[in-house]
């Protein structure tokens, strides 16, 4: 995998920011210098809460709550790794010692959780456990631009299978299903998996998919699979439903982030900063992602869920609603998934900040 040393980063605002501390906000003026350090102690801070909140409860997570923490575990390690053979230092000795402690948390909550998940939800363990081991997601990528060139206007309605679905086709990646060899790739799945015109959930599923069929060691696989395409590489799949789900992402900001697509938009840019796609990385969507956090650390939405408590069973309403990894609620209002994400999310913010940094 590529070794990321081109610190570059293109953020949006440059003079003034709102950022949240304490429930409250606050105004950061000056140059470009002072409001990213400022964006990075915020972000720290922020992630800090958001995984105190998920230890809390590290018993009762599930599966997917999980995969946030070793997200950022890994994407932390990765960063320090970059940050120990990097010159100039750009960081102070406290603000290092801030971002191992995170990455030593993450860690500690993966390892702490994974017991209870594999009591608690052995099948589903079972399916995609391998994608929680230590340095899976320790995927290292140079930053880059995405290509717009690569937008594709959707071709299918909602989402585009269900997520029983989508599990099938890991599990063929992880050798986890009823073939116990790893890479054993069908063509319904392939075909399922990377197909154009996606949107929502079912596009971020495509990039999780090649993610893992990396990660598992399918790329010489994947790539025989892929023959027929004119994208000739895996990265160049990731390319094109990268730039889509930038487009996405754009559009949520257009509408000032409805609370429907905030999940999304952090799984987006998670999954797509992890591969170097800086440009999720805006320090205006930053801030509104800070205001999303509650007082707790969590991330939530306590009117939706009331009405899902009302009307559905929560296993029920997922499945007919969306395509996403499945939710839990933790606590009032508090949702795992999202928290979850939004943990993926901030790990990569930490990263990109320090990069805008090391050349400012």
Not at 22 to 51: H, M, N, P, Y
Not at 149 to 162: D, S
Not at 230 to 251: K, P, Q, V, W, Y
Not at 306 to 328: A, G, M, Q, S
Request: with cysteine; hydrophobic share 40%.
């Amino acid at each position: 995998m590529a070794t990321a040393r081109n610190y570059t980063l293109t953020f949006f605002m440059c003079f003034a920011v709102v950022y949240p501390l304490g429930g409250q906000s606050f105004w950061v003026a000056g140059d470009q210098q002072d409001v990213t350090r400022e964006a990075l102690i915020t972000v720290i801070k922020t992630l800090g809460k958001a995984l105190d909140f998920l230890m809390r409860d590290y018993k009762v997570l599930n599966l997917d709550a999980v995969i946030g923490a070793r997200v950022a575990d890994g994407q932390l390690s990765v960063l320090l790794r970059r940050l120990q053979n990097s010159e100039p230092v750009v960081l102070s000795e406290v603000t290092l010692r801030a971002i191992r402690n995170l990455q030593k948390k993450a860690d500690k909550l993966c390892n702490l959780s994974i017991p209870y998940i594999k009591t608690t939800d052995p099948q589903y363990y079972n399916i995609l456990g391998p994608i929680l081991a230590k340095g899976f997601w320790e995927q290292d990528y140079e930053s880059r631009d995405v290509d717009l060139t690569l937008v594709t206007k959707p071709t299918v309605h909602g989402e585009a299978f269900e997520e029983k679905d989508s599990d099938a086709c890991l599990s063929e990646l992880l050798g986890t299903g009823k073939h116990k060899d790893r890479c054993k790739i069908s063509d319904h799945c392939w075909n399922l998996m990377t197909a154009p015109g996606y949107k929502h959930y079912s596009l971020s599923h495509e990039i999780l998919y090649l993610q893992i069929g990396k990660q598992a060691g399918c790329q010489e696989t994947m790539m025989g699979k892929n023959a027929k395409n004119s994208l000739t590489t895996i990265d160049d799949l990731i390319g094109r439903e990268c730039a889509n789900m930038f487009h996405e992402t754009s559009n949520a900001a257009d509408n000032n982030f409805e609370e429907k697509y905030q999940d999304l938009v952090m799984e987006d840019a998670a999954l797509c900063g992890i591969q170097g796609y800086r440009q999720f990385y805006r320090i205006d969507w930053l801030q509104k992602i800070l205001l999303w956090e509650r007082p707790s650390g969590c991330f939530g939405d306590e009117t939706k869920y009331k009405k899902i408590l009302r009307d559905l069973p929560l296993k029920d309403y997922f499945r007919k609603r969306r395509v996403k990894r499945e939710e839990k609620i933790l606590e009032r209002g508090c949702l795992a998934h999202k928290t979850a994400v939004a943990v993926g999310n901030l790990a990569l913010y930490i990263r990109y900040l320090i990069e805008d940094m090391a050349i400012q």
